[in-house]
């Protein structure tokens, strides 16, 4: 076997990461010889994951004295191969490695059998690679870290989710890195909240103004907590968020594509399958319904890619700074708003009407008024707003508009009540939604 080699570390302290440093670390040293232990770190791009496993891999190295070994897939030009790019890392070049995939197989179960070694892997495509590693048996270690949450592997590794930096370790990171004294504590905060807690974009943020300390930081933050220039103006130096955002993208299926750029045309907030479809189609109402089941599918699997998150059974939303570039291509895609407007128009306000009259019956007028306006909004239009009096009128009521780009998900799902109950004035943005739409 070759001499072990882990990288150094390039940021002496992770920040708000010891819960997760600690859970990893746990299974690392539980397993004491008696089998294999496996840590898998997963979550959004950027979100540090190569810095979290690296960190616990380096903690619990005296563990694993027959040697420590770095496997960076992502530095791959080609298709990757998970065995054979370990047999490299722990065999030198000569004698050649065996070209059958029996064979290499073999030799990794008979390497690993007896050696007490750490395998670091970093960017994990599949479970089906990680699959035939998990198939060998040894007192070895494997940390490695993936963009895919790896969700059919749950009972077989350790899965720790990466997620953004609540605000105060964030504001700490940005102090650490901007240098003391560079910002008021009410521009750290603004900075923490523009970046939504997301590690690579606070790195980038504080470091780009800790090099140029004549540049005037208010001017900066409004540079990028704007939702058409922000990921551009994420750069500090050769580091840049766009980058990192735009391989996760070119990496996705045709479909996933579709469905990831026609999220950016509705506003930052939490959403709903039909919704979702409503933005990807464009089509009736009754023929958007037809496509719930596909545009469900499609939905998950950017959860299990770490591109959205699902914090209920039946609401999804993207994460603040990856709606950004979202929203950019429907932008380009949408030039004249029209697709934007037909969206929340055509789909939405109908789908009020109806989820008003069924969720509460007792409200809207008499019946057959409300059957007439819940007719009306199945067929994809709803009564017009002129030829009913206020008195006739839905009792739909609550905040006015959607708060867009703030990152709040506590609001209302834009889903079927998403233009009223999303809504919010100004003056009421900081009530929330009324009692009718929590």
Do not use: W
């Amino acid at each position: 076997m070759q001499d072990s080699v882990l990288p150094g570390e390039q940021r002496p302290r992770l920040f708000g990461r010891e819960a997760e440093i600690s859970a990893g670390l746990d299974v690392l040293r539980r397993a004491d010889g008696g089998g294999r232990a496996a840590v898998e770190v997963t979550g959004a791009p950027g979100i540090g994951k190569s810095d979290v496993a690296l960190r616990m891999s380096r903690l619990a190295a005296d563990q694993y004295p027959d040697g420590q070994f770095h496997i960076n897939l992502a530095l791959s030009t080609g298709p990757t191969d998970l065995v054979s790019s370990i047999l490299h890392a722990l065999f030198p070049p000569e004698p050649p490695l065996p070209d059958r995939r029996d064979q290499q197989l073999a030799l990794l179960r008979t390497t690993l059998a007896d050696k007490r070694v750490l395998l670091l892997v970093d960017d994990i495509v599949s479970e089906e690679a990680l699959l035939e590693i998990l198939s060998v048996d040894g007192p070895f270690a494997l940390v490695g870290t993936s963009r895919v949450k790896l969700s059919g592997l749950s009972d077989l590794v350790c899965l720790i989710d990466l997620g953004p930096l609540p605000a105060a370790p964030s504001e700490e990171l940005v102090r650490s890195v901007a240098g003391p004294g560079r910002l008021t504590g009410e521009q750290t905060a603004a900075l923490s909240a523009a970046c939504a807690g997301h590690p690579l974009a606070l790195h980038i943020a504080a470091a780009h103004l800790a090099r140029r300390p004549r540049v005037n930081a208010d001017r900066y933050l409004s540079e990028i907590t704007n939702p058409d220039r922000s990921v551009k103006a994420l750069v500090a130096g050769q580091t840049a968020l766009q980058p990192v955002f735009q391989q996760s993208f070119d990496a996705l299926e045709r479909d996933q594509a579709q469905v990831f750029s026609a999220l950016g045309v509705l506003p930052h907030m939490s959403f709903t399958i039909d919704i979702a479809a409503a933005g990807i189609a464009q089509a009736p109402l009754d023929e958007v319904d037809d496509n719930l089941t596909d545009t469900a599918a499609l939905l998950d699997s950017l959860v299990e890619l770490s591109l959205i998150e699902q914090p209920d059974d039946d609401r999804f939303v993207m994460h603040e700074i990856q709606h950004r570039p979202a929203d950019v291509r429907a932008v380009i895609g949408d030039a004249t708003g029209g697709r934007r407007s037909s969206c929340l128009s055509r789909h939405s306000r109908p789908r009020a009407v109806v989820y008003r009259c069924d969720r509460f019956p007792g409200r809207g007028g008499d019946r057959p008024r409300r059957e007439q306006y819940r007719s009306a909004a199945v067929a994809g239009r709803g009564p017009s707003r002129r030829s009913r009096s206020r008195r006739d009128r839905p009792a739909v009521r609550g905040p006015r508009r959607p708060v867009v780009g703030t990152g709040r998900t506590d609001l209302p799902a834009l889903g079927p009540c998403c233009e009223r109950a999303g809504r919010s004035r100004a003056g009421r943005s900081q009530q929330g939604p009324p009692a009718a739409f929590r």
